[in-house]
């Protein structure tokens, strides 16, 4: 079974870092990429981040570019995202995604299996 579990959501002040977690299991980890993506309340699912599949390739929205950082462990089956200098407006659910589709890493319908989501906020 196909799982991915996103972890290491909570409360931060603006300004301040956290470091997300997702972890899979059930399908070969280092033949997908892995992307985040966030939905803040009464908002759209918005695409964050991207990393291919060896990790040699990221992708960032202008929205957290030069404060957010994709990675990946393929022998722990793992990525991460590390979101420094953190604002309010960052505060959403934050999700992982397993990419199947060739196209664009921002369109949500690329993606088969979401993680259940862990809740960042940024508040002071």
């Known amino acids: 079974e196909v799982q991915l579990q996103a972890s290491g959501g909570g409360l931060v002040q603006p300004g301040g870092s956290l470091k997300l977690s997702c972890a899979a299991s059930?399908?070969?980890?280092?033949?997908?990429?892995i992307a985040w993506f966030r939905q803040a309340p009464g908002k759209e699912r918005e695409a964050i981040s991207c990393?291919?599949?060896?990790?040699?390739?990221?992708y960032y929205a202008d929205s957290v570019k030069g404060r957010f950082t994709i990675s990946r462990d393929n022998a722990k089956n793992t990525v991460y995202l590390q979101m420094n200098s953190l604002k309010p407006e960052d505060t959403a659910i934050y999700y992982c995604?397993?990419?199947?589709?060739?196209?664009?890493?921002?369109?949500?319908?690329?993606?088969?299996?979401w993680g259940q989501g862990t809740l960042v906020t940024v508040s002071s």
């Open positions: 995604a397993r990419k199947v589709g060739s196209s664009t890493y921002t369109v949500p319908s690329e993606y088969d299996y």
């Open positions: 990393i291919s599949s060896s990790g040699e390739s990221t």
């Open positions: 059930g399908f070969t980890f280092d033949d997908y990429a």
